[in-house]
């Protein structure tokens, strides 16, 4: 019962934040979509900005339930064109966290995300590779960060411009550097 409740307040929350930012949102505007209590609300959560920090680490887990495969065969190019689809298919919800005090929250995730998509991407490089697993951690580090801001541009221009566009834009920046940075830092931990 505690998780459907979770779950009706997030979508309640998402479908408000398709309406306006954030900061404008109130509990009480949460709770009378879904028919439930302020005590509710308090009960499960801090505030707003703690339903939205589960809301976005839920909507990264339900992702992975629902594509169980998709770890084995995801490539670079599939995270990004994953989180710029997902951006999209949440236009508005995106654009009005982004244009309110979410900004930080929604950074974060997308980062969290992005980051364990590329970890998945490249995994199989470094073993191949014989990369050590903190020159692993700090590329993923870099990447998602790198990858993240710009997506955050994406939507400060509010998300305009195709997918495929933009994946084909920025993919040769990253793709091959992977595994140069990857073979170099291999080469300077064995020296």
């Known amino acids: 019962m505690a998780q ?9 929350l998402k479908d408000l934040m398709g309406e306006k930012t954030l900061d404008k949102i109130t509990v009480k505007e949460i709770v009378a979509r879904c028919g439930v209590n302020r005590q509710t609300f308090y009960y499960h959560f801090r505030d707003i900005y703690d339903l939205l920090d589960w809301f976005f680490i839920e909507a990264g887990n339900e992702f ?11 490539n670079l190019e599939h995270a990004i064109r994953k989180v710029c689809v997902y951006l999209t298919e949440n236009r508005m919800m995106a654009i009005n966290i982004y244009n309110s005090l979410g900004r930080d929250i929604f950074g974060r995730y997308l980062a969290l995300e992005l980051g364990k998509l590329l970890q998945v991407s490249m995994a199989k490089q470094a073993v191949i590779i014989g990369a050590p697993n903190a020159s692993v951690k700090a590329l ?10 710009i997506m955050l541009d994406w939507v400060d221009r509010g998300l305009e411009g195709d997918i495929d566009e933009i994946v084909t834009l920025y993919l040769p920046i990253i793709e091959g550097v992977v595994e140069l940075s990857l073979r170099q830092m291999t080469k300077e931990g064995v020296e």
């Open 4 to 12: 459907s409740t979770k779950h009706l307040l997030a979508k309640s």
């Open 64 to 74: 992975f339930r629902q594509n169980p495969d998709y770890q084995s065969q995801l």
């Open 140 to 149: 993923i580090s870099f990447y998602k960060h790198g990858i993240v801001g």
